[in-house]
């Protein structure tokens, strides 16, 4: 069975594709699917496109569909942790939507019908994942631009939402509301949750790890596009290929 390898942006997933064996594109949903072989195993590419409710019907369709075994996301992020910084590598240990509040129906986060507002990715995978994101941090350290600052990688929550957040003031109560119920998240994207929400409801197997782009702040638009054409696709190649050697 084949590991889908997700990304939002066509700037992620192209070093993907590029290096894909025996590449089979397929159309489903709108949406363009690669089947291949990457570093001899089994693979299917995919778009999640940007936001929630696209990222779910992506995660659908490659569990429906293509039956794949496990589901796993390369993409950009947006730092909130303190010490997640740009070029920095966060692997998700758990998803929250932050963007879920049906309160004073249920407490602010929780997703009404699963009792819960955290989302567990899958253990071994995540862990084989942060080995990646490890590897590829320490071999890109000082290779570019800005890294003469060594970089790291990290594992923890990430929070998903509809919003591309890009003010320090939205990004500052976003971690501040988060910390005081007990939550430190390191990142915000706006797709993963999802896909662990539907991998949740399949009993697939999820991991994601992130690339920060921007600190989720006053310069984020200017930061994020910057990152993704020079720097995305060449870590989510990295990392991919990293872990499906290790798999
Ligand atoms: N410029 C793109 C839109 C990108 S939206 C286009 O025109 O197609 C931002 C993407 O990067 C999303 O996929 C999201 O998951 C991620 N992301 C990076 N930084 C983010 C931030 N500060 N807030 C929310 N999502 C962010």
Known sequence: MSTAILSALPEEQAGLVH???????ITRAGRSFWRGELHGRSVVLALSGIGKVAAATTATALIEHFGVARIVFTGVAGGLGDAVRVGDVVVAQTYLQHDMDASPLFPRW?????ARSLLECDANLSALLLIAARDCVSSDSG?????????????GLIASGDRFVSSAHESLSLRDALRAAGHEVLAVEMEGAAVAQVCRDYDIPFAAARTISDRADDTAHVDFPQFIQTVASRYAEHIVGKLLQSL
């Open 19 to 25: 290096a894909l064996q025996h590449p089979q594109r």
């Open 143 to 155: 290779q570019s631009g800005s890294s003469s600052v060594p970089r790291s990688a990290h594992k």
């Open 110 to 114: 929780e997703l009404p019908g699963y």
